[in-house]
């Protein structure tokens, strides 16, 4: 159970880092390097993103990077291979990220049939809110996978409560307004928030949305349980290279 | 969300959770005015001072002495200020922002038609205003560009993806996700999250509530079949939605592009290509292959080169409610030239589609029947696209000349 790794982990540290890739970007075979580098430097858990064409929750990094990756003719096909190597190779759990269509168009259940056939342990959905997810959460039901919603400064705790309801694993808290890849105020007014959500549910809290480094990090120690790094890894990997992201990691988790 | 606006199985609110509250207000206060007969004539009022409400109904003589079968008639939207229905949408919303006492607004455009149509809606309500438009449109459109930019909008060329509406939708959406305390997305089309394709429609419908009452009045009687083009269907809805439960078939024409079988087309409900999906907040046919990306799409016409499709008409399509047909870029090049000549009347790239398929069915009419075509939008616009397609020498002639004097005070 992907809540109880996360619990069983806070033991032994005060805040977990979560990594995102999007497959494919800037090739398969770089992503695996990534992967390998991340996991070695001591990652917790990891997103992989099967790109969509039309990333509306996402910033230029992100977009970018999905496009580029469907560019070199990636594939859901590609992806699911990728990422059944990817966690038969380590011993983290992997967590698919997506758009709405990118399920729709496969089948929600026979989704979920191949994620649990991988070891996929959930998903992140940003178009997929509980009241269009009724199929969305069945599917991952019946295999036991993790339906991650997730939180925005603009949810009334009444829909934070609702949201909870719906979600198992841990709730993905985006930590202000926008899209990704942009600079995050780190101020009261996100401990405030972060109090709100703490309240609002049972399950560990992961923050993301313009965490970028060792001071973001230290910040989120005591109000959430997993940090979650996106475009900052992708904009290490374009300026220096995949085998940067090793150091990257190690120095955040030091 | 009260409602989630499903028609069928198309529509919803695929929303990312940022938007949440945003909707809700955006629901409650659409949900306030759309049964109030005082906000219909306060509308009605602003749209017959600052546009030219109610648009004329014209009889084309000629066009139908030369078809020898249904007499036709066209709806002026094209008369509208701006030059296009999307006034009626755009203004509509105008008055919603007040009442929800926002700031600024954006949109997204294709031909342009919907990012004038905003920024003259910003400049008289005094609102801050951002338009986003494919890089590929903004060099088809670029008169367009031109008065959005005098308006006193600031107009932003999309480079990502295919760089056209759907793209412009995309950025539309990003920037909103930020400052959604501020700002309304004025979405162009009956397109996107509930509530927008019933909201646009709502504000489209007096298309079709003119031009059932003005048939009868000259006519006595109602059309046979009415035309309208479908981009994202506003436009379509507006003009369908005067007659939904009259005998009387209606037909939408999507862009053909080079042809259905070429690949290169915008046809979401006419050919084969497009299936169920769900993008930019909705679900709704799409042009996208078997892992659900969206395609790239083809038409002559910016405003018609949409991926996706009201989800209202997506319905009508599989219950059979209405007919979806296309007409391609050389069908329409040679009925907005004919329709020139025949009538003096210079119809947008994206209404002569209408037009096209309208011509080929007209002579198998009777006399008796009379048929509607909603020209949505004038074709000043598509000067340099419709040059382009006359291969005028003269016009070549101009912009060199033009060029070369630019370069020399240069
Ligand atoms: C003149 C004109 N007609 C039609 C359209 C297509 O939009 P819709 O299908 O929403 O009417 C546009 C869109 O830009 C337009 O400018």
């Not at chain 1, 858990?45 to 003719?73: C, H, R, T, W, Y």
Request: proline fraction near 4%.
């Amino acid at each position: 159970m992907l809540k109880s790794y996360i619990n069983k982990k806070l033991d032994q540290k005060d805040i977990l880092l979560m990594t995102h890739i999007v497959m494919g970007y800037p090739s398969f075979e770089d992503s695996m390097n990534i992967v390998e580098q991340m996991v070695e430097a001591g990652v917790d858990l990891m997103e992989l993103q099967i790109p969509f064409s039309e990333p509306m929750a996402d910033g230029p990094v992100i977009l970018k990077a999905n496009q580029k990756s469907l560019e070199k003719g990636s594939t859901v096909k590609k992806c699911f291979e990728f990422a059944n190597k990817a966690s038969k190779r380590f011993d983290i759990p992997f967590l698919f990220m997506s758009y709405a269509n990118i399920l729709h168009k496969f089948g929600m259940e026979k989704f979920s049939d191949q994620m649990a056939a991988m070891d996929i342990k959930g998903a992140i959905v940003p178009d997929i809110p509980p009241e269009e997810g009724k199929e969305y959460i069945r599917a991952m039901e019946k295999n036991k996978l993790c339906p991650i919603f997730i939180f925005s400064p603009e949810t009334s705790d009444e829909r934070m409560r609702y949201l909870s309801d719906n979600a198992k694993g841990f709730i993905y808290c985006v930590a202000r307004k926008g899209v990704t890849g942009k600079e995050t105020q780190f101020s009261h007014e996100l401990d405030t928030y972060l109090k709100r959500c703490r309240k609002a549910t049972d399950l560990p809290l992961a923050v993301g949305f313009g965490v970028k480094d060792k001071k973001d990090m230290n910040y989120l120690k005591g109000k959430a349980d997993i940090a979650v790094i996106g475009s900052e890894t992708i904009r290490i990997v374009d300026e220096k290279g995949v085998k940067a992201t090793y150091d990257f990691i190690c120095n955040l988790n030091k | 969300m009260k409602d989630r606006g499903y028609y069928g199985q198309y529509g919803g609110a695929f929303l990312p959770e940022i938007l949440t509250t945003t909707f809700d207000e955006l629901e409650a206060i659409f949900n306030s005015i759309k049964n109030d007969p005082c906000f219909w004539k306060e509308y009605k009022s602003l749209m017959s001072s600052y546009s030219c409400r109610p648009t004329p109904l014209t009889f084309a003589e000629n066009l139908t002495d030369h078809f020898n079968g249904a007499k036709i008639y066209i709806k002026r939207e094209d008369l509208n200020h701006t030059g296009a229905h999307k006034a009626n949408n755009v203004m509509g919303q105008g008055l919603l922002v007040k009442k929800m006492g926002k700031k600024r607004v954006i949109a997204e455009t294709g031909a342009g038609q919907h990012g004038v149509a905003t920024a003259t809606m910003a400049a008289k309500f005094g609102f801050d205003c951002t338009i986003y438009m494919g890089e590929v449109d903004v060099l088809r459109q670029r008169p367009n560009v031109f008065w959005m930019e005098q308006l006193g909008a600031e107009v932003i060329s999309v480079k990502d993806g295919t760089r056209i509406l759907k793209d412009a939708i995309n950025e539309a959406f990003r920037d909103w996700v930020e400052n959604m305390d501020t700002t309304h997305y004025v979405l162009g089309t009956a397109c996107g999250p509930h509530p927008f394709p019933e909201m646009v429609t709502f504000f489209q419908s007096i298309i079709g509530q003119e031009a059932r009452n003005q048939i009868l009045e000259i006519e006595g009687k109602l059309p046979a079949r009415v035309y309208a083009c479908v981009g994202g269907g506003s436009n379509a809805m507006g003009l369908f939605s005067g007659f939904l439960n009259d005998p009387v078939e209606l037909v939408g024409v999507e862009a053909g592009g080079k042809g259905l079988n070429s690949g290169k087309h915008a046809s979401r409900l006419s050919s084969k290509d497009a299936s169920c999906g769900i993008a930019q907040g909705y679900k709704t046919y799409f042009l996208q292959d078997s892992d659900g990306q969206m395609k790239e799409t083809h038409s002559i016409s910016a405003g018609l080169d949409y991926v996706g499709v009201s989800p209202i008409l997506s319905k009508m399509h599989d219950m059979k409610e209405a007919r979806f047909e296309s007409a391609t870029d050389d069908d329409v090049v040679k009925a907005l030239r004919f329709t020139m000549q025949k009538e003096g009347i210079i119809p947008a790239l994206e209404s002569a589609h209408a037009f096209a398929f309208a011509f080929k069915e007209a002579g198998n009419l009777s006399k008796d029947d009379i048929i509607i075509i909603n020209q949505s939008g004038r074709g000043d616009k598509d000067i340099f696209t419709v040059a382009d397609a006359f291969d005028d020498p003269k016009w070549k002639q101009f912009i060199i000349e033009k060029a070369l004097e630019y370069k020399k005070n240069a």
